[in-house]
């Protein structure tokens, strides 16, 4: 047996009637379906139900699998503790998923277990299942920061486990839509709120999957979503199998979008591999890309490829060749970007040289981006036909007085306070405004929004990319 069947479903608390408290008649038709989508998990009697949360633990760089043989929680957060569900995992199933990623150096496990008890984007669609079936085991797991690749391809790792065991598995993708419909909402107004729920939709309404490894994190930030990485897993769960979509209601009446779609398997369908014609597609883009690219950005990358692959720095005599010479007579701070589908892979830089030239800058800072950013796994041999890199070589640093003399497009900033500092270049995707680059680059720092008496410095940038 295999995955049979999923729903992508909401998670508001309020739908759970002791949560409410009256508030929930405000999304009867998502209860409605809610109810329905249940009914339709229970007619097809799955034996294990894998629901993938944003709310379960969480990590940048792994997907956790909740261990254990059996977990509870309850609505207490939400001042409803006698509100709650139990459920008994599927330990089997996890062993099998644990080993076919530990055999694959997949980032998905058990391992960095925070929290035992259920989390409410799992409680929510257990309250609705349970009212029509319990003979089931669960299975519960986390997002990540990684790409929607990334995700697609952990839920491919969800059915071959499925198909190991011989299990009947259903997916419930719990998940909420924007969170920026409205000015009163609980994160503001933003335009690409309702375009992203419009967008995802009809994409899920329509069960065209390969579109949603098309979104852009940059949109997806800016939406305020919540679920695009649960529906993405599940999505991939189904991957090359022929799906029989139905949309069934959409709402958003709080300010939050809440979107009810269910999913029937009912057969193979090699047309719909979508992560291979994905990749496909990225690795021609990016060989594009390589032609076009100019010395500094092509030092980069071969720096980064050589080492992968020899466990070294490349020679610098090798590095040499069809360098322009001011690259090798100009000292600079230089970073280094690596993307990987729109998603940071890794970026590591210097403020001020500390190499005898630019070159050497672009070798160190690339290799440090690509393995030692901490932020993420390092770089594997298999992922280098997918990375893009950009160079930033830094001009002179300039001592400002006030942020009325910043430009996130054209300067970068610079803040420092005592022995904090933290940088962030200019023109980056998702920085449109001078309060959101200080804002990022004091996190950086570590220095408070309250705190005072914070240096400001600003610097501009050459940026190589590929040839204009």
Not at 87 to 116: N, S
Not at 156 to 164: C, L, T
Not at 328 to 342: D, E, K, P, Y
């Amino acid at each position: 047996m295999a995955v049979i069947g999923g729903i992508m479903v909401p998670h508001p608390p309020l739908i759970v009637p002791e949560v409410g408290r009256g508030q929930e008649i405000l999304i009867k038709d998502t209860i409605k379906a809610y109810q329905e989508a249940a009914g339709m998990a229970a007619e097809l009697k799955p034996d294990t139900i894998v629901v993938i949360s944003p709310h379960a633990v969480m990590y940048a760089d792994y997907f956790h699998v909740s261990p254990g043989k059996k977990a509870r929680g309850d609505f207490g957060q939400f001042m409803a503790p006698q509100a709650g569900e139990e459920a008994v995992y599927d330990e089997a199933f996890v062993r099998e998923l644990d080993k076919l990623c530990g055999e694959d150096d997949f980032p998905m496990g058990t391992e960095g277990e925070r929290e035992k008890e259920l989390d409410h984007g799992t409680l929510v669609p257990l309250h609705f299942i349970h009212q029509h079936y319990r003979d089931y085991k669960l299975v519960r797991i986390g997002g990540s920061g990684l790409s929607f690749a990334h995700h697609y391809r952990a839920g491919r790792y969800i059915a071959i486990a499925a198909e190991n065991l011989g299990r009947r598995v259903f997916i419930v993708a719990s998940g909420d839509l924007s969170h920026k419909l409205r000015g009163d909402g609980p994160y503001g107004y933003s335009v690409q709120g309702p375009e992203y729920d419009e967008r995802i939709m009809d994409v899920m309404g329509k069960a065209e999957f390969g579109e949603l490894l098309a979104f852009s994190e940059s949109f997806c930030e800016k939406a305020g979503e919540c679920g695009h990485r649960s529906f993405t897993m599940m999505a991939g769960a189904m991957d090359g199998k022929a799906v029989m979509p139905r949309r069934l209601t959409y709402e958003g009446p709080f300010g939050v979008g809440y979107g009810i779609c269910t999913f029937r398997v009912t057969g193979d369908d090699d047309g719909r591999s979508f992560l291979e014609t994905y990749e496909s597609c990225r690795k021609e883009a990016c060989k594009k890309r390589r032609m076009e690219e100019d010395a500094y950005v092509s030092l980069a990358r071969r720096s980064l490829e050589y080492y992968v692959r020899e466990g070294r720095m490349i020679p610098f005599g090798r590095a040499e060749e069809e360098m322009p010479e001011e690259m090798l007579q100009t000292r600079a701070g230089v970073f280094v970007s690596i993307h990987r589908g729109g998603a940071l892979r890794g970026c590591i830089g210097t403020i001020s040289p500390v190499c005898r030239n630019v070159a050497e800058e672009i070798i160190q800072n690339a290799v440090s981006a690509g393995i030692h950013d901490p932020r993420f796994p390092s770089v594997r041999e298999e992922e280098l036909p997918l990375l893009e890199y950009s160079v930033d070589v830094l001009g002179g640093t300039e001592r400002i007085q006030s942020e009325d003399q910043l430009d996130p497009l054209r300067y970068g900033v610079i803040v420092t306070r005592g022995r904090k500092r933290g940088l962030l270049l200019p023109n980056l995707e998702g920085v449109d405004t001078v309060e959101e680059q200080l804002s990022i680059a004091r996190q950086k720092a570590g220095i408070r929004e309250d705190e005072t008496d914070v240096k400001l410095e600003r610097f501009e940038v050459i940026r190589h990319g590929v040839k204009s």
